[in-house]
């Protein structure tokens, strides 16, 4: 895989007004013509390796600050900002942040800094399950370290055991002395798995499925025999919040127990044999639709990628539980609430269905940052282990352009003019004429009519129209 270009046109620009240079001054310095260094600096020419190393060694040139947009996580970080429900009549694309980030970092960074200083953004910040999550997106869900260790400890125990399970259970009885011992319910009423260290036992869960059994044991093995890698990146995370860190290092432990069950290499050739067959996929490597879902979110190993799928978990009331965008650019799962009109509620109503859509997004609503046509998927998963049963909705997504080849594709249109129209919930969506909105959108003027009831539940200004700015604000 090629590596990408390095364009620095903004970076040069300010490093020869900062030295007081002309163009055809600095030029000469650097060795070159003046109209190739003009060409570089208006990023129609990528920086080559001879001139870097003129840079650094004539202006003791940092090559770190190409990089600064590495601090408000480049173009994703910048496009999760501007899919704010306060930007959506704006209709921002990922080009127009990409010039940005390259024509003005400073000024990015500035807008972001303003951004993370609201009012609303610093409540967020401060949240730390909102700044774990953020951690994550910062690697794309992908900790390319933890996936090959783990992919070396999986294929060390199939040495000799073709079973997962059975391969975890031997290798913690002869590494680290812990026998399994599954217990009564009403021993472990309120947990899945207890490490009794006094007695040497893993102790699970008689609730737990035969799926969540062997996954709680890989969670174990992953804390006993990679604990020293993942906390070292846990340590590295600029988090404020102690608890944030603690959120992040049970994301990665988690991460590795399912690299050990599904390692990457060979998990990547049975996707790409089956086209990401997720029935298939589930029986091959025994594992829930859930662990496969967040698995599929992780495959961007560089030579040896995956499709960008993105997973989020969803219950009854629509809120949005959890949510790995991966490298897919999923930016209208920002929100708190997911629309009523996506399969992640109608799952419900046929809960033993995989149900499939294709779905576009509203312009100009927020999260329109990114593709706006996707497919969709979607199961009802239980949460085991415990006294009661608790349920959600497990919604897979990929960009509509790349599902051509998907096994759960065939036989749907991925036309996308008969694709089905959602919002990123209510408060965000601008979808007119929708029966079944419970909130009108933030920032639209509401229309009343005397004269007229209207057959959905509010009537509100179009982005433009006259009395957008004057009516009633919702």
């Known amino acids: ?21 002309t163009q055809g001054a600095m030029a000469t310095r650097l060795d070159i013509s003046a109209s190739y260094l003009n060409l570089l600096e208006r990023n129609r020419r990528p920086v080559s390796a001879r001139v870097m190393v003129k840079l650094v060694e004539v202006f003791a040139f940092d090559p770190r600050s190409l990089r600064e947009d590495e601090s408000i996580g480049g173009v994703d970080g910048l496009m999760r900002r501007l ?55 910062r690697w794309r869900n992908h900790f390319a370290d933890l996936d090959s260790a783990a992919e070396h400890l999986a294929d060390e125990m199939r040495l000799s055991r073709g079973d997962i399970g059975t391969a975890l259970t031997e290798r913690l009885r002869e590494r680290h002395q812990l026998s399994v011992r599954i217990l009564p319910r009403e021993v472990l009423p309120d947990a899945r798995r207890r490490l009794d260290l006094h007695a040497r036992q893993i102790q699970l869960s008689e ?5 969540s059994r062997v996954f709680q044991l890989a969670l174990q093995l992953a804390r006993l025999e990679m604990r020293q890698d993942i906390d070292a990146l846990a340590k590295g995370a600029s988090f404020e919040d102690e608890t944030a860190r603690r959120f992040f290092a049970r994301h990665l432990d988690a991460y590795v127990a399912a690299a050990l069950i599904m390692p990457y290499g060979r998990f990547l050739r049975a996707c790409d044999a089956t086209g990401y067959d997720l029935p298939v996929l589930q029986r091959r490597f025994g594992v829930s639709f859930e662990q496969l879902a967040h698995r599929l979110t992780t495959l961007q190993r560089v030579g040896q990628r995956g499709l960008p799928f993105f997973m989020a978990r969803i219950d009854r009331a629509g809120q949005i539980s959890k949510r790995f965008a991966g490298a897919s650019v999923a930016t209208f799962l920002e929100g708190e609430h997911s629309c009523p009109l996506w399969i992640a509620a109608r799952a419900f109503e046929r809960p033993s269905e995989l149900l499939c859509q294709s779905v576009r997004l509203q312009p100009g609503g927020a999260g329109g940052a990114g593709p706006s046509h996707w497919f969709t998927m979607a199961r009802i998963v239980g949460a085991s282990g415990g006294q009661g049963e608790s349920r959600f909705s497990i919604v897979l997504g990929i960009d509509a352009g790349l599902a051509g080849e998907l096994a759960q594709a065939r036989g749907h249109s991925l036309r996308q003019e008969e694709a089905d129209w959602i919002g990123p919930g209510c408060r965000g969506c601008f979808v007119a004429d929708c029966r079944q909105r419970s909130f009108p959108p933030r920032g639209r003027a509401l229309a009343f009519d005397p004269l007229q009831h209207s057959a959905t539940p509010f009537e509100f200004a179009r982005s433009g129209e006259p009395g957008s700015e004057n009516d009633v604000r919702g």
């Open 83 to 137: 899919a704010d429900e306060r930007f959506s009549d704006l209709a921002i694309d990922r080009e127009e942040v990409d010039e940005l980030l390259s024509a003005a970092p400073h000024a990015a960074a500035a807008l972001a800094r303003l951004y993370d200083n609201a009012p609303r953004a610093a409540a967020e910040r401060d949240d730390p399950l909102v700044a774990s999550r953020r951690e994550i997106e």
């Open 207 to 211: 609730m737990l499925g035969p799926e």
């Open 1 to 21: 895989m090629a590596d990408q270009s390095l364009f620095a046109g903004p970076a040069l620009r300010r490093l020869r007004k900062r030295e007081g240079l």
